[in-house]
C-alpha cells in the first residue's frame, strides 16, 4: 500500500490525522492516462476522483493568482508590508469567502472556463457541458480547514452527475493545507444514504424556527457529515487520501466523494483555491447556480416543504 513520503503530522479541523499506512495515503497521479479517457472514467468510477498534476499551464495560473491577489489586497484582506503575490494575510484574517473576485476577472475566467478546462470535461463526458454561472474562491489563512462534507446537499437540485474542479492557485504544502479525500467513501451510501441527499436550503413550512431561519438567509442543515476527520475515517474505513499541490494542478471528484481540508498552519500565508463544476450540457442544472447573478444560499434559493 502506498504510503505519503515522510510527511509531518497532518491536522484537519483541530485533529490530528491517524497516520499508519492504512490511514494516511497519496491521491493517485493519473498523469499517466491523461489523454485515455476511457481510462479516466475506469478509475474515476473506482475511486471517485481524478487528481492531474500539472495538466494546466502553470504560468496561467499564477497570472490568475497575481489578479486575485491585487483584488484581496484591494479588499483589506493582505497585509501592506508585502507583496500581494506572496499571500501574506493581515492578522486575524481567517477564511475569506470572496467569489465576487472571479468576477469580471478575465485571467480567472479564461482558465476556468475556455481552454483546456472545459475541453477536459467536455472529452470525459463525450457531449457538450456546461458550467455553473458561480464560482466558489478560498482564500483560506491560520486555522482550521474545511471540515467533511459531499457537494451533493449543496447543489443537487438537478443532475446528480456533475462534477466538481478543485485548483489551487500557487503551491500548496501539507503546511499551507490543501484538500483530501476519503478513500472509497462514494461507496459507502449505507452511511451516506440519509446524508447526502438532504438540501441545505430546503426548510420545513410547519416550523416557525426553520421559517423564520430560512427568511433571515440561514440554513437548518449545514451540510456538514463530521466535525472530527479521524473519527469518520474510522467509521468509512479507507484513508484520507492527500498531497503536496502545485500550480497547474487541479483534482476533479463526484457529488458523493466525502472530502475536507488539512489545517493551514503557517503563521500567516494564505491558501488560494477555487471550486467550479461542470456537467453534461444536456442533463437538468441547479438553478441555484446560474445566470447573471445566481441566487445561490440566499433568500431566492430556499425552498419549503412541509414536515
Avoid at 169 to 181: A, F, H, N, P, T
Avoid at 187 to 194: K, Q
Amino acid at each position: 500500500m502506498e504510503t505519503l513520503t515522510a510527511p509531518p503530522p497532518l491536522q484537519s479541523f483541530g485533529h490530528a490525522l491517524d497516520s499508519g499506512p492504512g490511514e494516511l495515503g497519496p491521491l493517485r497521479d493519473s498523469r499517466d492516462a491523461a489523454g485515455d479517457f476511457p481510462e479516466l472514467r475506469r478509475r474515476f468510477a473506482e475511486d471517485g476522483y481524478l487528481y492531474l498534476p500539472g495538466y494546466l499551464d502553470r504560468d496561467e495560473v499564477l497570472r490568475a493568482r497575481a489578479s486575485l491577489l491585487d483584488r484581496l489586497a484591494a479588499a483589506d484582506v493582505l497585509d501592506p508590508a508585502h507583496p500581494p503575490i506572496e499571500g501574506i494575510c493581515r492578522p486575524g484574517a481567517g477564511y475569506v469567502f470572496k467569489p465576487e473576485l472571479t468576477e469580471g476577472n478575465p485571467e480567472v475566467q479564461r482558465l476556468l472556463y475556455s481552454g483546456r478546462l472545459p475541453d477536459f470535461y467536455r472529452q470525459f463526458y463525450g457531449e457538450e457541458v456546461r458550467h455553473y454561472d458561480y464560482t466558489w474562491l478560498r482564500a483560506v489563512g491560520p486555522g482550521k480547514g474545511t471540515n467533511p462534507h459531499c457537494d451533493l446537499p449543496y447543489m443537487g437540485r438537478g443532475t446528480h452527475g456533475h462534477m466538481t474542479c478543485w485548483l489551487p492557485y500557487g503551491d500548496i504544502s501539507y503546511e499551507l493545507g490543501g484538500l483530501m479525500v476519503l478513500e472509497g467513501s462514494h461507496r459507502r451510501m449505507d452511511l451516506l444514504r440519509n446524508y447526502v441527499y438532504r438540501d441545505v436550503d430546503t426548510y420545513c413550512e410547519n416550523r416557525p424556527d426553520e421559517v423564520a431561519d430560512a427568511q433571515a438567509g440561514r440554513w437548518t442543515f449545514s451540510g456538514t457529515l463530521s466535525r472530527n476527520p479521524p473519527v469518520l475515517r474510522r467509521k468509512f474505513g479507507g484513508r484520507w487520501l492527500t498531497t503536496e499541490y502545485a500550480a497547474g494542478d487541479f483534482l476533479t471528484f463526484g457529488m458523493f466523494l466525502v472530502h475536507a481540508s488539512l489545517d493551514n498552519r503557517t503563521a500567516n500565508r494564505l491558501r488560494l483555491s477555487s471550486d467550479c463544476r461542470y456537467q453534461r450540457a444536456s442533463e437538468p442544472v441547479d438553478d441555484r447556480w446560474v445566470g447573471a447573478t445566481p441566487p445561490g444560499h440566499g433568500t431566492a434559493g430556499k425552498r419549503g416543504r412541509v414536515c
